[in-house]
Every structure is written in C-alpha cells, then in structure tokens.
C-alpha cells in the first residue's frame, strides 16, 4: 500500500517541495523580523535619524513603539489616527 500511495503522489512531489522552501523563507523572515538584536539596532537606527534631524521626535516614538511591540510579543499601542 505504501508504495502505490507514493506512486500516485509522486506527481505531486514539486508541490510538496515548493511547500518546504516556502516554509523555510516563512522560518528565516520571522526570525529576522522577531530577533532582539535586529529590533534594537533598528531602535538605534530611528535614534540616529532623530538626532540627524531626519524624522520627528512623534514618528520616532511611533516607529520605536512597533519595534517594541514586536520585540513583546503585544499589540502597538495606537498613538494617532
């Protein structure tokens, strides 16, 4: 039996390998996206764009508070609109 299922789904073995790299991309882009020492050198990132005068303290602060929610693990804490 086993070997007749893997030979009906044999056609099917592209997919499932598609399927296994995609979940690989999703593993590395979440981890990139929730490691602690990419969030903080991005908090660092907004700090140096503030005191160079290229962002407002307010989109500073709005910026830093998505990094730090993603950082907790909580949801944003809506500050405008």
Known sequence: MGLFTELLLLPLAPVRGVVWVA???E??????????????????DLDAAHERGE?????????????LARLTGREPSGGGT
């Open 27 to 44: 593993e590395q882009v979440d981890h990139r996206l929730n490691d602690p020492a990419v969030i903080r050198a991005q908090i660092d």
């Open 55 to 67: 962002i407002s303290e307010a989109e500073r602060d709005a910026q830093q508070d998505v990094l």
């Open 23 to 25: 979940e690989r991309i």
